[in-house]
C-alpha cells in the first residue's frame, strides 16, 4: 500500500461476538486493512454498512451457496469483495463481480487476512 492509499475497509457481518473480536484484532495488525465494525444480517442494514467497506466477511450456519441478498449487493457495488465463512466448519470461499468465485478452504485467523489479500486483488476491470 502506497502512501496515499487508504486502507482496505472489512465489515464483519452475522458472525458471532468472538469471531468477530478475532477478525477485528487480524485486520488491525493489517497497514493495508482497516475493521470497520460487525453488522448482523438484516436487510435494513447490511445496504448501508456495506456502502462503506471494500470487504465483507459474512458468517453462515449452512455450506450452501452465497444468498442472493449479497448477489444484489455485489451488483450494486461492482467493487465490492465478499468472504463467506461457514461457521460449523470453518471453511471460506472469496466472491466478487456476482459470477465470479475462489474456494480458499480451512481457514484461522492468520489465514484470513491472507484470504483478504488475495480477494482484494483481483482487479474487476480484467473481467
Not at 63 to 76: G, K, V
Amino acid at each position: 500500500m502506497s502512501s496515499t492509499s487508504q486502507p482496505h475497509r472489512v465489515l464483519a457481518v452475522n458472525l458471532p461476538p468472538l469471531l468477530v473480536e478475532i477478525v477485528s484484532r487480524a485486520v488491525g495488525a493489517q497497514p493495508d486493512l482497516e475493521f470497520v465494525g460487525a453488522a448482523n444480517d438484516a436487510r435494513d442494514g447490511l445496504e448501508a454498512a456495506a456502502r462503506r467497506a471494500d470487504l465483507l466477511i459474512i458468517g453462515s450456519d449452512a455450506s450452501e451457496p452465497l444468498p442472493l441478498l449479497y448477489f444484489d449487493l455485489l451488483r450494486q457495488q461492482p467493487d465490492l469483495k465478499l468472504i463467506l465463512v461457514t461457521l460449523s466448519q470453518g471453511d471460506a470461499a472469496g466472491y466478487w463481480l456476482a459470477l465470479r468465485a475462489q474456494r480458499f478452504g480451512q481457514v484461522a485467523a492468520d489465514s484470513l487476512v491472507e484470504c483478504m489479500q488475495q480477494l482484494l486483488e483481483q482487479d474487476p476491470s480484467r473481467y
